[in-house]
């Protein structure tokens, strides 16, 4: 099996270290690919960045669609996800939906971590279209930017223990979401620190679709996610 | 006052009639500018489509904000209207959300008539976003495609009156939507034949943000709708 | 155009000031007509005295009604406006609605400032019967009866900036709308202050009554809003 | 006890008629009283007549409200029953949410059937207020006019009895709520004829009330109803 | 009239305080027998003992369910109240929900005041169920296991009133709903002490199941409330 | 890595099938054990059955829960999941919440289409509660008991083909998932047959469990989920 990974943003030590993380997890006999935006913003911090991430996106999965099991596109926003879904009949997700779906099956009620401000009701919108708008209790976010997470000399850290420490207290959340793929790294000290579910999208989303790739499970193309009509695309479309 | 309309695929004669449509409507003193998506598909119908009109709206947001007073953006998808707060502080609009506020202040339930069956999920998830997920009793498609809208001869009509009254009868609508831009010449006259509120979105988001710069609104510039940070673009971005 | 603005209470003073405002911002040749409860209670602050406020409104639009395009009510609870639909077929708008669904065009969410907390449940059920309930944050009191409001010496306004602190430090509030016709004067400065939309209902609704008259759009006459049936009333009735 | 059971509109023989129903079914020692609007419509029929039938309502209530230990307002549309309890500190109950909260404790599911499609919308709201949104499955019409309910020859129980059939095979309705007050007769022998709950909401109504004052519980006086605020009111205020 | 009031958990003296408590309410003429599970845990504090103590109730409700007209369950996690209602057509109802819709009737929002933490999210999931998510504001703990509620020296009280105390400031609750079979001797003490509805829920659901038998309604038998379907047990089952 | 199974039914080959199901999808390295319970009913349709059959899970889970690293529970009711969970701190997951889960990453919407109409409601429950009461458009039945399903000759499949159909053209359904354990065979060729995703939940549940385990995660030992209390119980209790 082969699954693809799929950095949004156009910083590469990203889309390293997620692929290193979905890496040390999968079965054997998966295979990942990865593959970074082409162009587009360098990290996506709310509707503005991600409105130019999803053509790169769309770029590499009409590349790829034919060569690949299951697609994961990594990052909190699931940019693009349903253009991508409509491209190809293999199982796409994305981290928020891989990553709120278990810890709905963790826990009772959970929290998002995010970063900025900016991106929380864009997350907020995702909670409720996938309908975790009661069990989702609250989406924080830490005020760090995407791209300071990877370099972290413990301040983002300790802002980031901050909210879930806040969403503990606050609104008992059994369960914490970090809304950042750049945040996986935190996800294992951070769950043994505060003794709950700290949850990251990546390796989730990578072994939920390379389950349901293994169970031979497709993309519906009724309705939504129906293959795109052939029409004139001027410019850089595909 | 300046008003811009943006229509967010390629097809410029639907950029025209728009335009033509607005330009009848708006006060005296108002001055209707009009731009068409530079690249891009030549319409709009479905998540796929989507994700490529939103770059060259921004493009035409940013090179146009200080000099208008307020934005539309005609497709029915409400398509990039989110990213387009972010660029400018004046009030943006798409046609979607203008024409449910209309029809929630004229009737007490509706239904949206739309092109394809492929479309009807994202005007869903409009409507829930909006909270019209309980007045808005149902989204129908005709099963006619955005650009044979344009020189119908009254098979695109006939299907429209089909749903329209599908919508009267199975769902007791009290006032019927038009979900395509490509569709405002028709709710005159198939407001008449039938008897019930028949809205199309261009006028009416034309008249609200006209309304709403009148009074010195502005979109607020707080969490979502923040102005985007300055980051690194590769390749097209702005 | 002509257009009709009801004061549902008998305060008279209040009727001059919202039409003052209103009329300062509709388009030349609209004209703005006036007219206060003839009986009733002399301000609407809760249940009891909006039951009081409704038969008034309605004589006032059955008198009016073949002589106006478009009704605008001017009590935040939208007093009578269900009632007042029936009776005529020009559209007809609330202050709650028409500010709420300015504020949902200009913000991801909002709060609501009003006058006394025996006030809040009422104003909670019109943000969820117009599909508010999530992109409200929350229904403040301020604890000023709406009287007061017209002769403030500072103390309503700095009750009323009091609760707009905490509306966007603990909700995050994107806007805010202030939830009293007689809170229309403290919208502009307070905008200013806080560098966020704060929007008062009298114009909005105004302007949006007239662009939907302009328009030609009629309020429904299926279902809830059928014209009345004959029958007889004892009594006060029309 | 005493309990008062008021009927809104101006049809005494209605109020004859709920108040024998009544009668029959309240314990020992429990005393009824009955009132009629002293002016306004005969038959409330959506919500043009329910306007004018809440002020007669507030007379009653504050002419009675020491002398009773609860009160029941006999319209299925609820009407009047917040501002009724803002008046009294003695239990307050319309028959609409008596019925449903009867429904909701018999059947899984239930449909209303009411008189008029004009009257649909309003019930529609009190299910989403009370909270039956997903329990009431529909609110289904007749078409027969509450006064012709009373002297029915067979052609309002045929209709009825339609609508009762349809909501059973179409929405799978495991309970039916008769959501008139004149509708009250018919309960018993629809229940044995369709082999389900059939509720009406008079007699469930005093029975609650009478309920709830033996155990000696009070309206709330915090919030949305505490007593009215002394001020002035012209023309035919109390 | 016979009714039966079943206590789910093995501890009798809290069947004895329940029956002495329902008593004393009655009409004249009802027999309050009474029953405590045969097997099961002590008391009921969460998921794990809920699973425990519905078997007991079922075998109490299939050995008397002949002989009586009307069932209370008196656990406020309504446990077996489903199941329950399979086995009889006589009403059966638990004691949240009963005390939830008085609460829903004397205010206009309620907050639940349970013993231990680990009982809220079931108590959350019933609000919701019942459609009371948001009319109830918040389910809160006062961390008192339930036994220890019988022998109060002072410190359940003291806790109780803590949250009673906060759900006012906090959520602004215009009643109080006490979430345990045990809190029911400290309603009345509580209502006049913080002026506002405190409600428990064994008497109220006894009165209104004795309501609902007095008027001949019965439970359906449609849908999930069908008798159960004859097959084989294995172990201790019926 | 070695995963639980449990079939809450006491028909062992049931039990059989879904392991040899099971058995067929994981990986390299997992085992799987199944257990049947050891009293309870034969099949479970409903509310009563339910009640019977979560004492007998949590017998195995206390039983296993040591030894295992993730727990599947084999009934579409996802009876007795939240008491398993709070056994153990493994995985626990039912596999109707899992095939919902798979379901909303892989369409936009999905009906259900399971066995018995007096199951529907408490299915409908389950679709509220995980958040699916919009994506799940409705939840119907074949009519089919559970047992007939395991020597289908050919009316079943019948039966459940047509119920397929329905959801397709009457609510557009993108997907359907088969909501009943004894259905797993049936979803490839029905898949196949309707070219829309069929999706069961026993393999489902079980990769995602797989998953789920592999990375670490952790069932939430805060609020619901916390280990039961200490205390007495009477009887077959643990």
Known sequence: MRL?????NTTSSMTAAMAKAGAS???????????TAQYGPESIEGYYDEAFSVPPILDIVAAWQSAVDGVVIGCFDDTGVDAARTLTDVPVIGICQAAMQAAATLAG?????????RAVP???HLALRYG?????RRVRSCEVPVLELENDRGDASRRIRAQIQAALDE????AIVLGCAGMANFAKVLSQEFEVP????????????ESLACLGLKTSSRGGYAPPRTK???GQAL
Chains 1, 2, 3, 4, 5, 6 share one sequence.
């Open 109 to 117: 009620s959970f929290s998002v971590v995010t970063t900025l401000g």
């Open 4 to 8: 693809l990974l799929i950095n949004p």
């Open 171 to 174: 609104e008992g959340a059994e």
């Open 232 to 234: 004139r695309f001027q």
């Open 25 to 35: 997890v999968l079965a054997q006999g998966t295979e990942l690919l990865d593959a």
């Open 122 to 124: 864009a997350l907020e």
């Open 198 to 209: 700290v949850i990251e999208g990546v390796t989730v989303a990578l072994k939920w679709v």
């Open 132 to 136: 975790y708008e009661r069990v989702c």
